[in-house]
Structures are given as structure tokens and as C-alpha cells.
């Protein structure tokens, strides 16, 4: 039984939802719009401004399908009334991030400044040297962009420098030992 696919999403009033006979679903907001294909097999009804997802049958596909659509469904809703954001830390010496435009440019220790170009729908904005906040309506794009940033310079153990999330807990190790 999945308890997540059973819980009623309720859509704000400034917020317009379409569903076809495909489940291919539009949700519009104040941030913008969402478009997205489900899964044709899951039941999707909206009574009320309340939008409720059911199964067809037991089977372990339709189970699975279940939260997966409901949560995907509420993560549009969100996107489009509130927005995503990510945070990340740039933590070394000489390490460091700045904004020309829609480029982030990065300076990570390599011989070369890393410039990233912001993609369609996602904001990047940069506070001091050593914040980076990656803003966006879809959920998805925002975790796979900051993914992308930190992918550049990860944290290592030893010293802790690189590109972390804010609450991200860099486990430290000992270095080497003298006898």
C-alpha cells in the first residue's frame, strides 16, 4: 500500500492544472509553467482543488507508479507557486565564483577559469566569493545543475576544499603520519 500515492495534493488558487486523456499534465503558476507526461495507467482527478491519484489494479508496476506520480505531481505544484533552490559552498584558498551575465564563472585551481552557461529556466546567482544559489521552478533541473557545479571540484577529505551543498558534511581523514 503505498502511503504517499494516497495523500490528497491540494492546488492553490493561483495555480491552473490540465490533465488530458494521456496524462500528459500542465501546471501553471506565478513562476511559470510545467509540462509533463505520466504514466497512462495511473488515474489522476481533480475535484474541488484537490487532485487525487489512484491505481488501477495490485500489480507491482501500478504500485510502483503510484507515490512516483503523485510526488512528480506535487513537485510541479511547488515549482510553480515557490521554486527550487540549491546552495552550494566553495570552500579553498584562491577558490572562487562570479557572475558576467548569464555565465558562472568559476575559479577552481585549474589553469583556466571554468564558464558555465546558465541553461533555460534555471538562475544562478552568486553572494560574496563562496555562495552559489541555483534557483528554478523545476525541481529535476535545479538538483541536476547544482550536480553539474559541483562536479567541477568536489570536496575532498583531507583538507575539505572543493564545491559542497550547505548542509553537506564533508567526512574528514587523517593524512599521513611520521614514525
Known sequence: ??????????????????????????????????EQQLSKIMKIELNDSVLTVARPNDE??????????????NNMIVGVT??????????????????????LVLNLGYSHPVEMEDPNGIETAVEGTNKIFVRGIDKQQVGNYAAVIRDWRRPEPYKGKGIKYSNEVVRRKAGKTGK
Do not use: C, W
Open 1 to 34: 500500500m503505498s502511503r504517499i500515492g494516497l495523500k490528497p495534493i491540494n492546488v492553490p488558487s493561483n495555480v491552473e492544472l490540465k490533465v488530458d486523456a494521456n496524462n500528459f499534465v500542465t501546471v501553471k503558476g506565478p513562476k511559470g509553467t510545467l
Open 60 to 73: 507491482k508496476e501500478s504500485r510502483s507508479l503510484h507515490g512516483l506520480t503523485r510526488t512528480l505531481l
Open 82 to 103: 515557490d521554486g527550487y533552490e540549491k546552495v552550494l559552498e566553495i570552500v579553498g584558498v584562491g577558490y572562487r565564483a562570479q557572475k558576467q551575465g548569464k555565465k
